[in-house]
């Protein structure tokens, strides 16, 4: 049995306490980006919910954007959104306010409340598949569960 303290399993636990019917599912090939995890379920680039995080540049803070893997983040138009600069920030970053390691970051289970924005792409999609906390790891979603889960306001990001 997984541990609650995994990152998979953190990813686990919110699903469950949602109350929402997400599952994890573990995929043999690696989903570490938006075009390999599109390869590895057999969706579009498009239906992958990519987590990606900014850090403010004068704050420090770090902020979530989940966007379709079919598009490119403007950072101008997300700074707009969060009030300041934004950086893409190392890995090190990255890992310490979300416990999770780049490549596998879920929308969920962070280690603090990130305040995210939702990319008004993914409503296109019936199902989309977001990251579960490791490279090997996904969970399906729509983007209302999405947008529940995640608090998100849905913006334009590309």
Known sequence: MEEKTTSVGRVRQVLEASGLPLQVRNMEETTRTAAE???????EVGQIAKSIVFQGKKSGTPFLVVASGANRINERKVAKYFGEAVRKPDAD???????????????VGHLEDIPCLLDEDLFQYAE??????SPFAVFRVTSQQLQELTGGQVVEVK
């Not at 995890?37 to 969706?43: L, N, Y």
């Open 128 to 133: 989309l598949w977001a990251a579960a906390g």
């Open 93 to 107: 970053y990255v890992l310490e306010h979300t416990g999770f390691a780049i490549g596998g970051i879920p929308p």
């Open 37 to 43: 995890a599109a390869a590895a379920i057999g969706c």
